[in-house]
């Protein structure tokens, strides 16, 4: 797995799953985001905070171009600066207000979030095609383990199933959860089928993996 001292890109959603203009919550190694599109399809990462109240963003709502707080309406634009305070119509918000962003990036149907700096591009998931997104109680590890494979460099995890090959996205938390992503190599009714019970399967295995680790 990347190493989070030296910038890398974290897989925070699929694209199937933020719809031109809405809004969801995802998270990094450096914490909450709001995660929106955009009207017109743009994709910005915004830290899951108004700076006015402190409510999440995430709980907005996106309108046209714009992410706004669903507490007192604060609008802030896709660089992170405020654009509309309602309860004052007439004021140009300062500069000084405004929400910290991160580069984001939207590649073979896979969102990915930077943190830090990253010396590249997010990875390329060529012939892979996003089914969904599920979390599992476990670290990397016991998913390693269940899976009896380890993952690359890029977090990937391939699985041999009769319905074909499935591969692993993880992205882990600093909770000792981890988001799994499944993907297919074919896109067919019956490999998504099994490759989602695959996942399921595996996920149980590892979370039974990770308590059996902190019982002992």
């Keep these: 797995m990347p190493s989070p001292t030296t910038g890398f ?6 694209s199937r799953d933020l719809p031109a203009g809405t809004v969801i919550p995802a998270r990094t190694a450096a914490g ?3 995660l929106w599109r955009s009207a017109s399809g743009r994709i910005s990462a915004s830290a899951d905070r108004c700076p006015h ?10 309108r046209g ?13 896709q660089a992170g600066n405020c654009l509309r305070i309602p309860a004052h119509p007439g004021l140009t918000p300062p500069e000084t207000i405004r929400v910290a962003t991160h580069d984001v990036e939207e590649t073979d149907n896979v969102i990915w979030v930077a943190v830090g700096a990253p010396a590249s591009k997010p990875p390329r998931l060529d012939d ?3 089914l969904r997104s599920l979390t599992a109680f476990a670290g990397v590890a016991a998913i390693e383990a269940a899976a009896g494979a380890k993952a690359s460099n890029v977090g990937l995890v391939e699985i041999d199933a009769s319905t074909g090959t499935v591969c692993l996205l993880l992205s882990a938390w600093e909770d ?22 695959v996942a399921e399967s595996l996920r149980r295995r590892a979370e039974d993996l990770q308590k059996k680790e902190v019982a002992q």
């Design 176 to 197: 000792g959860q981890t988001l799994i992503h499944v993907l297919l190599k074919g896109d067919t009714p019956e490999a998504g089928i099994g490759a989602s019970r």
């Design 128 to 130: 892979l095609t996003p």
């Design 9 to 14: 890109w974290t897989p925070v959603a699929l």
């Design 53 to 62: 109240r402190g409510m999440r963003l995430s709980h907005g709502f996106v």
């Design 32 to 34: 909450s985001i709001a």
């Design 65 to 77: 171009e714009t992410l706004s707080c669903i507490y007192h309406g604060w609008s802030y634009g």
